[in-house]
């Protein structure tokens, strides 16, 4: 059973201005009613970090390919335990920032408490779902009989355990990304980066995988996403705005919406970006 309620906060009406106070869990966006009016709305229950301890901390980040800037002269700064949403349209930097942070595009030493999962499906087509997981945990030094267990829970998790000995190439371009997310998540990481985690995923298979995700969080994990679904970014704890290669905005969700007046992520990337809803 799932114990609900767990934080209160109060709100104010903005049509009667009657101030009342409603109950949530961390990262839920709940429906509320004005006692007074009957006025509904949406209130977002922040999800709490430690600010004490930085995960990544990074200033000026550049990336150039020839002529072309794909990331200019980034500020970041990434905290333990959060989950930080890269948010932009295509061609606006995520993927690059994401393959810089694990140091694909600036090689370094192999990490083993880095968990990547890149937008590409990045996993052996030729091999069994089963095989895919084996090599990359095996990759991790994780002994045999913990890799069976995590192995389950991970097929469990992105609901491909009856295609367990599967050829990967047998499978849809949705279930490769789903094998994809499990094995940048079978060794049990402290940082995760997600490119586009839930591209080509059902509704109710995304509403799972960011349970899991907001379970990573509450063991202390970072977990750092790219999206263009705007609607996730309420889930985040806080989010980056990107345009162009370049952070437009950095904040909390709902601080992000109250600042620009908005009441959804896309109108306030529209805001920000300084260009109006169509």
Known sequence: MKVRGITQKQVRCPRCNTVFTCSGDPGEIVNVTCPCCGEHGKVTFE??????????????????????????????????????GLLGPNGSGKTTIIKMLTGLLQPTSIMNDVGYMPQDTAIYIDNTVHENLFFFGSIYGISKQHLEKREREMLEFVDLFKWRES?????????????????????????????????????ELRATFWEYFESMVKKGITVIITTHYMDEANRC??????????????GRPSDLKNNTRTTSMEDTFLALAGRKKP
């Open 237 to 250: 704890s806080r989010v980056g705005l990107l345009r162009q290669g370049k952070l437009i905005a950095d």
């Open 167 to 203: 050829l990967v190439s047998t499978l849809s371009g949705g279930m490769k990304h789903r094998v994809s997310l499990a094995c940048a998540l079978i060794h049990e990481p402290k940082l995760v980066f997600l490119d586009e985690p839930t591209v080509g995923v059902d509704p």
């Open 47 to 84: 999800r709490s970090f430690d600010t004490t301890t930085k995960v990544i901390e990074i200033q000026k980040l550049t990336k150039t390919f020839g002529k072309f800037t794909a990331v200019d002269s980034l500020d970041l700064t990434i905290y333990k335990g959060e989950i930080y």
